[in-house]
């Protein structure tokens, strides 16, 4: 099995920039409703993972939010509670899936570093089910 055979490609999620504000991350989480975001630099290649409990945390060391001061935070200046490592797409399954284990998903980059998109532990679940479903005959 190819990591290939996953990939939801870079064209089809959302992500946010590293010069992306605190205000923009916001409002880019409320409209899709993700926990969490791959951001990249201008070059396209990963930088790290931010989720929601991260912005969560910034406000809360704000003392007072406002939208002005949530427009001059960069999400790149945010401390993160965790860090995601990706993998390369020509990086071996058991890798991809040791990572998926205690992530959603899985960072995807190719052999320039440039991110190519993303595998979610939902679907590499949802692909062994069926697998086992069908040689099970059921």
Excluded: C, H, W
Excluded at 30 to 54: C, H, M, Q
Excluded at 61 to 75: G, V
């Amino acid at each position: 099995m190819n990591i290939l055979f996953f990939l939801k490609p870079k064209s089809d999620i959302t992500y946010l920039n590293r010069n992306d504000s605190l205000f923009e991350a916001i409002n880019i989480f409320r409209t899709t409703k993700y926990n969490e975001l791959p951001v990249l630099n201008n070059e396209g290649k990963y930088v790290f993972t931010i989720s929601v409990a991260d912005l969560l945390y910034a406000i809360k060391d704000m003392k007072f939010y406002n939208d002005e001061q949530a427009k001059r935070i960069k999400i790149a200046q945010i401390k993160r509670m965790k860090d995601i490592l990706p993998v390369y797409i020509e990086s071996d399954m058991k890798d991809l899936i040791n990572l998926s284990l205690s992530e959603n998903f899985v960072p995807v980059l190719d052999d320039r570093d440039i991110f190519i998109g993303i595998v979610r532990r939902r679907d590499i679940i949802s692909y062994y089910v069926e697998s086992e479903r069908n040689n099970n005959g059921k």
